[in-house]
């Protein structure tokens, strides 16, 4: 039996994880506390962090209950992110054309297309610069340190020890 570095059973579907599990994903990226945290970093070196953000909040959005908290959220999202006055305004198509009086009849996926647009801007332009940025190769190459660090060997051993009886 193949045990990976932390003595579980190795096999193709394990669970991957930090970095690696961002790397393979921009999904898997946005699942991750620390993993947006990264990004964000990022972004907002990139004066984009508008972009997450948005996308965020609409994750959010889409799981609020209730009328009257679902059109403070949609007027706080349309406020900060679509109107043209907004303090950190992202860049969609059709933008002008999601009015002000829609915010009065919301509904969970009434910002689903411009959340979708946001998706896959940040997908196939930040994202991967983001895999290649200074902030995700230095936070790579401390969680490798973390696992090669003798605590995490003898851990590691100890583990393949019980795991191997």
Same mark, same amino acid.
């Given at each position: ?13 394990? /669970?991957?994880?930090? $970095? ?15 993993? @947006? ?14 972009? @997450? ?10 799981? /609020? ?13 349309? $406020? /900060? ?10 860049? @969609? ?7 002000? /009086?829609?915010?009065? $009849? ?28 200074? @902030? ?28 191997? $009886?």
């Amino acid at each position: 039996e193949i045990n990976d570095s932390e003595g579980h059973p190795s096999s193709s579907h394990q /669970t991957l994880k930090g $970095t690696s599990k961002w790397a393979a994903s921009l999904e898997n990226l946005l699942e991750d506390p620390e993993g @947006v945290k990264r990004f964000r970093e990022f972004l907002k070196k990139e004066f984009s962090e508008e972009n @997450v953000l948005f996308w965020l909040a609409c994750e959010e959005f889409k799981k /609020t209950q209730g009328k009257k908290q679902m059109q403070e959220k949609a007027k706080e999202i349309y $406020t /900060t992110f679509l109107s043209s006055k907004a303090s950190s305004q992202v860049n @969609v198509e059709g933008q002008s054309r999601l009015s002000e /009086t829609i915010l009065e $009849t919301p509904h969970p996926l009434m910002f689903q297309k411009l959340q979708d647009q946001i998706f896959n801007l940040m997908k196939y332009d930040s994202y991967s610069r983001f895999l290649k940025s200074d @902030v995700f190769l230095n936070h790579k190459k401390s969680e490798e340190q973390e696992e090669n660090s003798p605590e995490a060997q003898t851990a590691a051993k100890r583990a393949s020890r019980i795991y191997n $009886t």
